[in-house]
């Protein structure tokens, strides 16, 4: 039952985005408000005001703008701490070592050098091989 699932979260298709969008606009809601209720305020109480829409050159309100580039910047490290780290993580702990190629080539018996599988004689010593 969990293999099934695996196997699902795994594979790249259309329904595994759908439901990572749909996830996703669930999750946003969780991020926006660790966000705004632990992140904001921590950085309010080392700078002082966690509110920068006071600020104004004239009618450009340049506080809403700045709170903006904040509120994205720590939803982007959260996403990114939180889920994207997470995630690949998880994924290369899963993924399967490669099997070794097979071999092309052996050695020779009597001088040690590789040879091609084929091969009746060796290039290097003339010696037959089996």
Same mark, same amino acid.
């Given at each position: 039952?969990?293999?099934?699932?695996?196997?699902?979260?795994?594979?790249?298709?259309?329904?595994?985005?759908?439901?990572?969008?749909? &996830? %996703?606009?669930?999750? =946003?809601?969780?991020?926006? @408000?660790?966000? !705004?209720?632990?992140?904001?305020?921590? &950085? %309010?109480?080392?700078? =002082?005001?966690?509110?920068? @829409?006071?600020? !104004?050159?004239?009618?450009?309100?340049?506080?809403?703008?700045?709170?903006a580039v904040i509120a994205f910047l720590l939803v982007a490290l959260a996403v990114y701490f939180f889920i994207v780290l997470p995630a690949n993580a998880l994924a290369a702990r899963m993924k399967k070592?490669?099997?070794?190629?097979?071999?092309?080539?052996?050695?020779?018996?009597?001088?040690?050098?590789?040879?091609?599988?084929?091969?009746?004689?060796?290039?290097?010593?003339?010696?037959?091989?089996?």
């Open positions: 039952m969990l293999k099934g699932f695996r196997d699902f979260v795994f594979r790249g298709n259309v329904i595994d985005l759908a439901v990572g969008v749909i &996830i %996703g606009g669930a999750f =946003g809601t969780v991020v926006t @408000s660790l966000v !705004k209720d632990v992140f904001t305020p921590f &950085i %309010g109480a080392m700078v =002082g005001k966690p509110d920068f @829409s006071a600020i !104004k050159a004239g009618p450009v309100l340049i506080g809403n703008f700045l709170n070592p490669e099997a070794p190629a097979a071999p092309t080539t052996k050695p020779c018996p009597e001088c040690l050098s590789d040879i091609p599988l084929a091969a009746k004689r060796c290039a290097h010593c003339a010696q037959p091989v089996a």
